[in-house]
C-alpha cells in the first residue's frame, strides 16, 4: 500500500519580521492589481540587504515602486519554493537518505541520487544501482534546506540607508490573476412595472497573497495592461487549491469619476484572502421603475429569427432611485410566484454611464407568435421591390404591444404600408403593434431599395 510522501527538514532561518503597517489594493476588471503598502523595518545605514516576504506569487517586478530614506541599488524576485520536485532537483549528484516504506523492516537505503523523472528515482548505493518505480513508496529524509530555496515569494533589495533604526517604507506593485464583476439581481412586481435591484462586487483572488485589512477600491472601466511584467513565473509555484467563497452585506462603496473611469471605494477595510471568491455589497434598492418589452426583430445584430423576443428595461436615472455609473456585470431576473422568487432570465450590461437605458433580453414570448411572407418580389437593373407580410397572433387573455424593427438597407423607400411607422436610424425603422387578447394583426408593407 503507498504512503504518502513525508518530507522531514532541520531548518533554523534568522529573519527580520516585517509587519505591513497600512495595505490598500485597488483591483481592475482586467485580472489584475495595484497593491499599495507601508511596512515599519528595521534597517542599517550603509549598504545592506532587505527581504520582504508575503507578496503574491503573481507579482509582476517591474512595476515596484519604492520610498524610503536612501537608494534602491538593486532588486530581486526570489520565487524558486520548496516543493518536492524542487528539493529533488538540488540533491541531484548528491547524497540522500531514503527509507523504503514498501519492505517489512522499512529498509534505510543511502546512496547518490542520480534522477528524478515524474515518479521514478535512480539511486546509485555503494554496491549497486537501484531504480525505484514509485516514490510514494519512500520517506526523504534531508539534513538541510539547500541553498536558493524559498518558502514564500521575497522581494530581496540592496538599500543604501542615510541612517540606521526603524523606518517606515512606503512601496507599490501590481499583481496579475485578481479581478472583480458586478453581479446584479430584480425581481419583478405582479404587474411586470417595478423591480428591485440589487448589486454584488465579486472578488476572485489568486494571485498568491493575503491582503489583510487592506483598504479596497475598484476601477472600473476598459484599462489597457499590456506589459504583463513577469506573470509567467506563476508557473514554477504550486497550483492554487480550490477557491472558497465569502458572502458580506454590511459594507458601502463610494463612487466618483476618476480619469476616463469609474473609482469606487469601500468605507471600511476588509480582508481579502488567496484564492477567495468574496462578495460586497454594492447598492440594494427596493424599487425602480421598469418596462416589459416584446421585441420582433430582423436587424443581424438582434435578429428573432421569426421568435418575439421579451426584453425588460428601465433608465438609469436619479427620478429612477439610480443615477449612477453601472460597472459591467450579469444580471438576473427573478418574479414572485406564490410567494416564491423564480427566475426568468438573464442577461449582461456593459458598463453603463448614468442616464443611459438599460435593455435585458430575458426570454422568448411563448403566447405571442409572429409568421412572415414576402408576397411579391421584383428585380431591375440597380432597384429591387419587395412587399413584406407579418401576421402578429395575440393568444393571450391580456392585450399586448409588440415593436417591430425592420432593416431596410442604405437606399430605401417605403411605397406602401398598413400602420404607420418611424425612423429609427439610416437603416432601421419601426412599428408599434397593438393587439387586444386573442386578437391577430397583419402587417403589410412595400418596400424599393436602390444600389
Keep these: 500500500m503507498n504512503r504518502l510522501l513525508i518530507i522531514t527538514i532541520l531548518l533554523f532561518i534568522v529573519a527580520i519580521k516585517l509587519v505591513p503597517q497600512t495595505t490598500s489594493i485597488t483591483i481592475y476588471n482586467n485580472n489584475f492589481g495595484v ?3 507601508i511596512r515599519e523595518i528595521e534597517i542599517s545605514k550603509g549598504t545592506s540587504t532587505i527581504k520582504i516576504t508575503d507578496v503574491p506569487k503573481s507579482i509582476m517586478p517591474t512595476s515596484v515602486s519604492i520610498k524610503l530614506d536612501g537608494t534602491i541599488l538593486e532588486q530581486n524576485y526570489q520565487y524558486d519554493l520548496v516543493s518536492l520536485n524542487s528539493l529533488l532537483q538540488k540533491y541531484i ?21 542520480l534522477s528524478i523523472i515524474g515518479d521514478q528515482i535512480v539511486l546509485q548505493t555503494p554496491t549497486n544501482l537501484i531504480a525505484f518505480p514509485n516514490i510514494n513508496d519512500l520517506t526523504l529524509q534531508l539534513d538541510n534546506l539547500p541553498d536558493g530555496l524559498l518558502t514564500k515569494p521575497t522581494l530581496v533589495w540592496l538599500v543604501l540607508a542615510n541612517k540606521s533604526g526603524k523606518q517606515k517604507v512606503d512601496f507599490s506593485y501590481m499583481t496579475n490573476d485578481i479581478k472583480w464583476d458586478a453581479n446584479y439581481v430584480g425581481v419583478l412586481n405582479d404587474e411586470d412595472t417595478e423591480m428591485s435591484f440589487n448589486a454584488w462586487v465579486s472578488i476572485e483572488n489568486n494571485s498568491g497573497g493575503t491582503f489583510k485589512d487592506a483598504k479596497l477600491k475598484l476601477i472600473a472601466g476598459e484599462v489597457e495592461n499590456n506589459l504583463r511584467g513577469y506573470a ?9 487549491v480550490m477557491a472558497r467563497y465569502e458572502k458580506n452585506s454590511a459594507p458601502e462603496f463610494k463612487e466618483e469619476s476618476f480619469f476616463e473611469y469609474h473609482f469606487y471605494e469601500l468605507n471600511n477595510n476588509t480582508t481579502i484572502a488567496n484564492n477567495e471568491i468574496k462578495q460586497i455589497s454594492l447598492f440594494n434598492i427596493p424599487k425602480i421603475k421598469v418596462k416589459k418589452r416584446l421585441l420582433h426583430s430582423n436587424k443581424w445584430k438582434n435578429n428573432t ?7 425588460i428595461e428601465f433608465d438609469n436615472s436619479k427620478i429612477n432611485n439610480l443615477g449612477m455609473p453601472l460597472p459591467k ?13 423564480e427566475f426568468i432570465g438573464a442577461d449582461a450590461i456593459e458598463h453603463t454611464a448614468t442616464d443611459e437605458k438599460v435593455d435585458l433580453k430575458v426570454g422568448t414570448a411563448f403566447d405571442v407568435l409572429a409568421t412572415e411572407l414576402i408576397t411579391n418580389n421584383s428585380y431591375r437593373e440597380k432597384i429591387s421591390e419587395a412587399t413584406y407580410e407579418i401576421t402578429y397572433k395575440n393568444r393571450k387573455d391580456e392585450p399586448v404591444e409588440v415593436e417591430v424593427q425592420r432593416e431596410v438597407g442604405a437606399n430605401w423607400e417605403i411605397l406602401q404600408t398598413s400602420h404607420q411607422w418611424e425612423k429609427v436610424d439610416a437603416s432601421t425603422i419601426k412599428y408599434i403593434l397593438k393587439l387586444k387578447p386573442k386578437e391577430e394583426v ?8 436602390e444600389y
Design 35 to 37: 497593491v499599495n503598502e
Design 93 to 113: 549528484d548528491k547524497e540522500v537518505k531514503l527509507v523504503n516504506n514498501s519492505s517489512k523492516k522499512d529498509e534505510l537505503i543511502t546512496g547518490k541520487l
Design 442 to 449: 397583419i402587417l403589410k408593407y412595400k418596400i424599393r431599395n
Design 232 to 240: 509567467d513565473f506563476t508557473g514554477h509555484l504550486e497550483t492554487p
Design 305 to 311: 429569427n421569426g421568435k418575439i423576443d421579451v426584453y
Design 329 to 341: 456585470g450579469g444580471v438576473q431576473i427573478f418574479k414572485t410566484h406564490n410567494k416564491a422568487n
